[in-house]
């Protein structure tokens, strides 16, 4: 803050031409740079304390182009302070607040000029006319706002009457839901009451048909011991009751190899550890052998290929493998429960039973249960169908459509918009998406996430998020601008950043004639 006695009388020089001039164009005299709100802090009677309240100096230091004040405060006219700010008047349209190191830079930055007062060109005052401008385009917005603010009223109506009308369906829903499991727990209790009648007619034939399997076994099982017992008899040849090796020694069809004489190897095969056979356990241990092997001598069964004894030795097995697997199973039927209920999947077999033909009575109780189980099954659909109805709604109604639900019938609305390349289509409080002219599948471009506009215009943007993964990069995400317009349209969709989308949108929802359109200060003009 030293300053030679010649700068500080030259710099002096300056502030009292300078401020009279300035004075001259001002009603309330004040230094150069100076807002009207900030003059009387300026006292030229006083010495000059700065904003900080650091320093007080002479006010002859006020704009004398000398950095005194930390704030800058003591030089709002001049470029000496890095942190002071110049106000100009700009009469006749808006003032302004400048960096005070844009004064004397030779660049116009006040439509009255007054930032450029120590040029040799002097900046022409455009104040008027870009006035005129600015007074005209406020009009122009007040104007769209006031006839907007209509049609927002009417969306505003619509969209209470939207949502009182979800709020009704509700709880309409609610009430339905309620009937519906009433309706559902009286189906289901009429369904198992039929069902155990059908179930206990049903036994009768399923009884009956239990009879006839174990008839038929007991039928075979017999068939078989008459079988066997004709064939030890053929084979016990000195009719002692007991088949010896001797005996069967002689009969071909024990010669399982057939190479013309039944060996040790095939006796044991035949009779295990023992010398002889009683009909007994002929019967229980080498007929279901031999029957297939005698089935094929008579021609009865015949193997795929005959050339090698092996493969026929191979189908013999499998033969009276499957005899022995006939029995097994058979025996599984017996340890059946049939007095289970049944079941849905028991339904084919009610089916199959169907063409079986039962007596009148028990086809009635069948066509009964069948019903009640179609009516069951309605039920649980209807109840479903009321819940996703009731999901949606309540996924609507958390949806915040604007402080007065003026964006809520815009919900679901689609609006198209082409440039060179793409179909953009953006579907409110849903999607944004992508289409090549040159075909290809749609690119969602974001899913409806929030409002993000700053603090007091939280409804100038909308942020659709998570759209299809940008290659090698994030996911998709668009931003929507909403702006007053008659109506609701996309004015254009860029993509300022890759896979980063921006929309400007117009809409009546967004016009309202209680704000202020303008960023116009009323205390200079
Ligand atoms: C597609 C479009 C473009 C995007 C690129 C990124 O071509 O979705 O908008 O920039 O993919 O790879």
Redesign the pocket.
Known sequence: MILSSYNRLMHLLAFIICSFLLCAHSDVPRPRGVSLSKASLYSPTKDFTCFDGTVTIPFSYVNDDYCDCFDGSDEPGTSACLNAVFHCTNAGHRPQNIPSSRVNDGVCDCCDGTDEYAGPDACPNTCEELGREARAEALRLAELHKEGSQIRLELIEKGNKRRSEMAEQLAQLDKDKSEAETIKAEKEAIKNELELKENEALKVYREAEEQEKQKKAEEENQQTIKDATEQFNRFDSNQDGQLSVEEIKVVNVFDKNKDGEVDQEEYQHFFGESENVNLKSFISTTWPMLKPLLMMEQGMFKPAEEEHESVRETDADDLSRELENEDLEGAEDENMDDSDLPHEEDDLDLEQDHAKGYDEETQTLVNEATEARRQFTDAERAIREIESSIQNIQQNLEKDYGLQQEFATLDGECFEYEDKE?IYKLCMFQKMT?K?KNGGSE?GLGNWGEWGGEENKKYSVMKYTNGLA??NGPN?ITTVNIHCGLETKMLSVT?PF??EYKVELSTPAACDNNVSQTHTAHDEL
Do not use: A, I, L, N
Request: with cysteine.
């Open positions: 793409y992508q090549s690119v940008c290659w998709r993509e890759r896979c």
